[in-house]
């Protein structure tokens, strides 16, 4: 069984470790946090404890190392257990800026181990309901994709909302176009921390001549999580705050009836929403790992993917600085 070491057992890690210890041998739980470790040791009573991330990455018996400490610290930690010959599932993003993450791909590769950002919404069922309806040319041809993920708070003061809400987004985007952006322009405020923008608007344009949006805040009366897609033939909404109708397909779009010929009409049909199954996203993130560990899929692909996210948050980054 697969051998795995969580480092970083603040509000997320320990989701992580929960399922590691489910699906594999959880060997190892790590944080710099006395009270943190002394908190879970009892939970994982069969994994060791170490405040030291050299510790765990000393034993040859771990296979696998998770990251889910403070965004600074993923691209070190990455880069030591990758070194160590350790396969990484790493919190996203996995490093901020795009050089250090092509480092992290390239040493991935060189060691012939899995590198897999945490990009957790590429294993929601809802997500990828709408990459299936796409690839399979259900909506007709995309035109543009939009991301909303607006609320009131949480309020960050260390990371702003391009950074904090739209990796998840972008993620998103990137995974149903499948390609790279050819223009990324971010416009935003920073209206109670300095420096940190806390409404966050991103323009996309792709080489096929798509277009993307995404409306990233925690101050909106909203709470949404939503991404839509607009094709030629249907449009699809995946929402999250939805309970049992996450996706909703409608039969809706333009068309140009012969008999007014130059003139675009628009058509309404069937509005309906398959069934979704209601696995937890993180516990098919998490097997997705193992698998790629097992030498299941293309882990160089799943790297590039998120090399990919990197890239493009450096370019909606230096756009919202200028
Ligand atoms: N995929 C998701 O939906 C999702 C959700 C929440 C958080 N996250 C990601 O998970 C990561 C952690 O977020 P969080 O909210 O749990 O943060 P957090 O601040 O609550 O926890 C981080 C923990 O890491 C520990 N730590 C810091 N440096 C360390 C080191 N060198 N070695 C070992 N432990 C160290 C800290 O003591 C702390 O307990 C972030 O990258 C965040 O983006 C992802």
């Not at 050819?182 to 405020?189: D, F, K, L, P």
Request: a negative charge; charged letters at 30%; one cysteine or more.
């Amino acid at each position: 069984m697969t051998k795995v070491a969580v480092a970083g057992l603040g509000h997320w890690g320990p989701n992580l470790a929960r399922n590691f210890d489910d699906l594999a041998e959880l060997a190892w739980i790590c944080d710099v946090d006395d009270e943190k470790r002394a908190q879970y040791a009892g939970r994982f009573p069969t994994a060791r404890a170490t405040a030291d991330f050299g510790e765990l990455l000393a034993d040859d018996a771990v296979d696998a190392v998770v990251v889910a400490t403070p965004v600074p610290t993923h691209y070190e930690l990455a880069k030591r257990a990758l070194e160590a010959g350790k396969h990484v599932l790493v919190e996203k993003p996995p490093a901020m800026r795009a050089a250090e993450m092509d480092e992290l791909v390239e040493l991935a590769e060189a060691r012939g181990r899995v590198l897999m950002p945490g990009h957790l919404l590429l294993y929601h069922p809802g997500v990828r309901k709408l990459k299936e309806l796409v690839d399979a040319g259900e909506l007709g041809e995309v035109l543009c994709v939009y991301g909303n993920r607006q609320n009131l708070g949480i309020i960050r003061s260390n990371e702003n909302a391009l950074w904090s809400l739209g990796v998840h987004d972008l993620s998103v985007i990137l995974y149903l176009l499948g390609e790279e952006p050819s223009e990324a322009v971010a416009y935003g405020r920073d209206f109670l921390n300095e420096g940190v923008e806390d409404v966050v608007f991103c323009y996309l344009r792709f080489p096929s001549g798509k277009i993307a949006h995404m409306h990233l805040s925690w101050l909106d009366p909203h709470k949404m999580r939503r991404m839509t897609v607009v094709g030629t033939e249907k449009m699809v909404v995946f929402d999250d705050m939805e309970l049992e109708r996450k996706v909703t397909i409608y039969e809706k779009g333009p068309w140009k009836p012969v008999e007014r010929y130059g003139e675009w009409q628009t058509r309404t049909g069937d509005i309906h929403s398959p069934r979704i199954p209601n696995d937890e996203p993180l516990k098919l993130e998490c097997q997705a790992f193992l698998e790629l560990v097992g030498g299941k899929g293309d882990p160089g692909q799943v790297a590039r993917d998120g090399a990919m996210v990197v890239r493009a948050l450096e370019r909606l980054t230096e756009s919202l600085r200028a």
